[in-house]
């Protein structure tokens, strides 16, 4: 067995960056998934867990396909999801030092999880168990089972820079846990797990976000999978379908709505024009220059009284923007848009 790792050479820290560009396009990849590989990858898993190879193994379009279909064989329901990850990561950590593990941890697991798993695999696991809570008890109890996917490819990420970069060597009952893993992440949607059923999902035709890796679209599914099975989001915020093809909310349905996280999307979508309209907002101040603009306050409600800059650009448009409630001026808030600090003595010439 090789010496443990305390440290990683200057080219080895050069492989931060393109191996999480990697995982993260594995992770988020939208190619059809390869039923062959994953089926094989999941039937060596129940092989390793002591189980006899599942009596049905279903390929589906969705995650909510995946779950209702797995749920169908609740009656014999036995969890082996947590098998694969726990051995390999305690292997990994008696032959890594604790300060690579971590340097590791943070240049490579986590900025995938953050780009993966925070902000897509969370929000998909929460749009499934919201639309199978309604159908029945075994359905709801079903969604537990779901397992390793595309978007849970943090471990094999973060484990596979070790291998992969670093040469460390693994135990071969360790190797073949990990081979399996990676290939499930490298090649399927979703996996659904029960002892007599193995449920495989499709990955995700569409994936839309925002520049800050949020789940986003203005005009349709932030996320569709091939069966027709999509997610709609505004900046990371759940919303309904309508509000992005063809029905949006009015400014009163908006500023009324009652999940506040929506709300704000809301306001957002109408455009914050319509809201401060709809609300009779009251001048602040007016900057004798129209490309500073005006600073407007209005109450919103379960919110307080709110502050909004009224700005013309130098193509003619008006824009409203929400700015800090400590904004006094319209100058302070125009300032504060652009990352200024009022007191400066600096005034933008053309808003592009």
């Known amino acids: 067995m090789m010496e443990k790792i305390t440290e990683l050479t200057e080219d080895q820290k050069a492989q931060f960056k393109p191996w999480v560009k990697k995982w993260v396009e594995i992770g988020l990849s939208t190619e059809p998934a390869d039923f062959d590989r994953a089926e094989k990858a999941a039937l060596a898993a129940y092989a390793l867990c002591g189980l006899r190879p599942p009596m049905v193994v279903l390929r589906v379009g969705s995650p909510y396909a995946a779950t209702i279909a797995g749920a169908v064989a609740w009656d014999m329901l036995r969890k082996i999801k947590d098998v694969l990850k726990n051995q390999v990561r305690d292997q990994v950590w008696d032959q890594v030092g604790a300060q690579v593990w971590t340097q590791v941890g943070a240049q490579v697991g986590a900025q995938v999880r953050d780009q993966v798993g925070a902000q897509v695999e969370a929000q998909v696991g929460a749009q499934v168990r919201a639309q199978v809570g309604g159908l029945g008890k075994n359905v709801k109890k079903g969604f537990d089972n779901y397992g ?41 949607g979703w996996t659904w797990w029960h002892e007599n059923v193995l449920v495989l999902s499709d990955r995700p035709k569409i994936i839309n976000r925002d520049d800050q890796d949020r789940l986003h ?30 029905q949006k909310p009015t400014a009163r349905e908006a500023i009324s709505w009652p999940q506040i996280e929506q709300r704000r999307a809301a306001c957002e979508i109408v455009g914050w024009a319509n809201i401060i309209e709809e609300l009779d907002a009251r001048i602040i101040d007016t900057d004798d220059d129209p490309e500073v603009g005006i600073l407007l306050e209005c109450a919103i ?12 650009c130098g193509t003619g448009r008006s824009f409203v923007l929400p700015v800090p409630p400590s904004c006094e001026t319209a100058l302070e808030g125009n300032l504060w848009t652009y990352g200024i600090d009022a007191h400066r003595s600096f005034i933008p010439e053309v808003r592009t």
Not at 301 to 312: C, E, S, T, W, Y
Request: aromatic fraction near 12%; proline fraction near 5%; charged fraction near 20%.
């Open 217 to 246: 679209c203005e005009n349709g599914p932030s996320m569709e999978y091939r069966d027709g099975w999509a997610l709609y989001h505004w900046h990371g915020v759940s919303i309904p379908k309508e509000w992005v093809s063809g």
């Open 301 to 312: 409600p379960d919110a307080g009284n709110q502050r909004f800059l009224k700005v013309i």
């Open 148 to 188: 390793i996917s595309s978007l849970w490819c943090t471990l094999s990420s973060f484990v596979s820079f070790f291998l992969d970069v670093c040469q460390l060597i693994l135990p071969e009952e360790i190797q073949k846990r990990l081979e399996i893993n990676e290939a499930l992440v490298s090649s399927v």
